[in-house]
């Protein structure tokens, strides 16, 4: 009897350990599933900001009421203050700004009705001027080349024909670049273009649009290809991909989901789209074969293979394991918020350090003093936490996340010349992500690769504060009688165009 009862102690205690672990997985089921419906409604309905303020007695740090940082000298003579750059606007006693002169003028003269304008005298004027618009026009470019014949030798005479980018086409250079702007930094759709020429009386077909941006994208290839060299050669790039949906040849209706992989350049702020039809590794090896410096990334694990190559040191992006502790606030909110409370404190060094345009060897000076202690403490922390939640938890999986790569997080402090994110080349790739929402896909993968070249060229216009429509008429008129061995003088940051703006 005595053992009976044993056993039956021994299965009960068994028993209740099996069921307390069935419920703690179920309950982390539950938070999980909570977590995956609080994304879901706020893709749909919430913003999409990641503003972080901290409690009453845990304010969200800057450097006016964090002590350590306004105390900080960086030499023992030169004493660093945050004094944060402002604009303030001068109330402008005209009324309303004045228009740019760059504007033309269209002048009306009114005159008063009944007054002989022979024997008046004109002692002053009221000047209005009202901002007003012309439709977009279409208009023919009629070259006419006359003949001559000079009586007295009796040759004909002839001007030669103008050299043309579209020589098989009936299209301008300045039509051509105009559909693509609009296409890929306004985000207007080609059959939304092609209806908006039809209401100014010329119907377009949608072949031969295609064919101009065919045409066009054969045109500026070299001119990528140069770009690309000039990218790859920095010591320093971000590095993040997009997704792109692409209509598959095989099946009619059916889309193929492609990737553009995006590439800046750090300091130069050079663009580099690489359009592959996967997410694999095979993209970025290939890209990156002779590739030396600095690597920034996220958390992707095709990235993890580069820190084995020889001359490339990995690093990782604070912004994005910042998401995932804003993610994880619903979850933990004492942890997740102490973690963002300590990394506003990094940013708010970052932007000191912008505001006050303090680089070289002071910015690393600065850096050692107050993002390291920073970071060292912070990584104890996510060390002592970790063995204090579940893993499976959306704080335990932030948490693993930052431990995992707490080296690469935390290299940037080290130095004057890295960044703390990725958030450059992220602002690049926006453009795609708001123009896919138009367009929705890809016609083919060649066109996906083509629509790579020209955001590569036009993100480093805006980069580079250089008009895109000028840049890119121009280009169009010039390149294809340009010398390939001078083909850089094109690029937008080598451009000299006689508008910048």
Request: glycine share 6%; net charge neutral.
């Amino acid at each position: 009897m005595i053992v009976d009862t044993i056993i039956e102690e021994i299965d009960y205690k068994s028993q209740l350990d099996k069921a307390l672990r069935v419920i703690e997985a179920q309950a982390l089921t539950i938070q999980n599933l909570q977590l995956q419906i609080l994304r879901f409604k706020k893709l749909i309905f919430g913003s999409r900001h990641e503003k972080f303020t901290g409690t009453d007695n845990q304010l969200a740090p800057t450097l006016f009421n964090v002590e350590p940082i306004a105390e900080v000298v960086i030499t023992a003579t030169t004493p660093v203050s945050y004094d944060k750059k402002t604009t303030q606007l001068q109330p402008n006693s005209k009324g309303r700004n004045p228009f740019p002169d760059t504007l033309p003028r269209v002048e009306q003269i009114l005159n008063p009705e009944g007054l002989d304008m022979e024997k008046a005298k004109k002692i002053g004027e009221d000047v209005t001027e009202i901002l007003a618009f012309n439709p977009g026009e279409l208009f023919v470019k009629k070259i006419v080349r006359p003949r001559y014949l000079d009586t007295l030798t009796n040759r004909i005479y002839q001007a030669p024909a103008p050299a043309r980018s579209f020589e098989r086409s009936n299209v301008d250079s300045s039509l051509v670049a105009q559909v693509i702007v609009e296409k890929y930094i306004d985000h207007l759709p080609l059959y939304r273009q092609i209806k908006r020429y039809e209401r100014l009386g010329v119907a377009i077909s949608d072949s031969s649009i295609g064919d101009w941006l065919t045409a066009a994208a054969g045109l500026i290839l070299p001119l990528y290809e140069a770009h690309k060299l000039n990218v790859l050669d920095s010591g320093y790039l971000h590095a993040d991909e997009t997704i792109i949906k692409v209509l598959d040849s095989e099946k009619k209706g059916a889309t193929h989901q492609g990737y553009y992989w995006v590439y800046q350049c750090h300091d130069k702020k050079l663009v580099l789209f690489d359009y592959r039809a996967g997410r694999g590794r095979e993209g970025p090896q290939s890209i990156l074969a002779n590739f030396k410096g600095y690597l920034q990334t996220d958390g992707y694990q095709v990235y993890d293979e580069f820190a084995k190559q020889e001359g490339i040191t990995l690093l990782n992006c604070m912004a994005h394991a910042r998401r995932k502790y804003h993610e994880a606030l619903s979850n933990d909110k004492d942890r997740a918020s102490y973690v963002l409370c300590e990394m506003q404190k990094l940013y708010a060094i970052e932007r000191h350090l912008a505001d006050n345009e303090i680089t070289g060897e002071d910015k690393m000076e600065y850096r050692k003093q107050q993002a390291i202690p920073i970071l060292k403490e912070l990584g104890l922390w996510m060390q002592k936490a970790y063995r204090e939640v579940l893993p499976g938890s959306a704080i335990g999986k932030a948490i693993f996340y930052s431990l995992n790569r707490w080296e690469r997080l935390s290299l940037y402090a080290t130095t004057n010349l890295l960044g703390i994110d990725n958030n450059p080349v992220e602002n690049s790739i926006r453009p795609v992500t708001i123009g896919r929402k138009n367009y929705l896909f890809a016609g083919s993968h060649s066109a996906a690769g083509r629509a790579a070249m020209f955001y590569s060229l036009l993100a480093t216009c805006k980069n580079y504060q250089v008009n895109p429509y000028n840049w890119l008429h121009d280009v169009l008129e010039r390149i294809a009688g340009h010398p390939i061995n001078r083909i850089k003088e094109l690029l937008p940051q080598n451009w000299t165009g006689n508008d910048k703006t």
